[in-house]
């Protein structure tokens, strides 16, 4: 009993991601509803930067980053939402890897 319990804890920690929530929203992300960015983000490769939860492009704030759901089940997706500045319309975007 003590074999399997260690074995189940050790294949949830090997399931878990080291990485921090920056590094997390730091990835390649692909439009999925509402309001809309673009149809890809990237924050690495475009003029897109993130600051204290705030999408900017260029020295312009877009929208906020109101939460970030990270899944660890194989086929899910980790999905960010999105809040635009000016109209307060929420966007979806989901994971799409580095």
Same mark, same amino acid.
């Given at each position: 009993?003590?074999?399997?319990?260690?074995? !189940?804890?050790?294949?949830?920690?090997?399931?878990?991601?080291?990485?921090?929530?920056? *590094?997390? !929203? %730091?990835? %390649?992300? =692909?439009?999925?509803?509402?309001?809309? !960015?673009?149809?890809?983000?990237?924050? =690495?490769?475009?003029?897109?930067?993130?600051? %204290?939860?705030? !999408?900017?492009? @260029?020295?312009?704030?877009?929208? /906020?980053? /109101?939460?970030?759901? $990270? $899944?660890?089940?194989?086929? $899910?997706?980790?999905?960010?939402?999105?809040?635009?500045? *000016?109209? @307060?319309?929420?966007?979806?975007? $989901?994971?799409?890897?580095?």
């Amino acid at each position: 009993m003590k074999s399997y319990t260690l074995f !189940i804890i050790l294949f949830f920690l090997a399931l878990c991601s080291c990485e921090s929530r920056e *590094e997390k !929203i %730091n990835s %390649n992300w =692909k439009y999925a509803g509402g309001y809309h !960015i673009g149809d890809f983000l990237s924050f =690495k490769h475009q003029n897109l930067k993130i600051q %204290n939860d705030t !999408i900017y492009k @260029g020295s312009m704030p877009l929208a /906020v980053i /109101v939460e970030l759901k $990270t $899944t660890y089940l194989p086929g $899910t997706e980790n999905k960010l939402t999105l809040k635009d500045i *000016e109209s @307060g319309a929420l966007g979806i975007y $989901t994971d799409k890897g580095k």
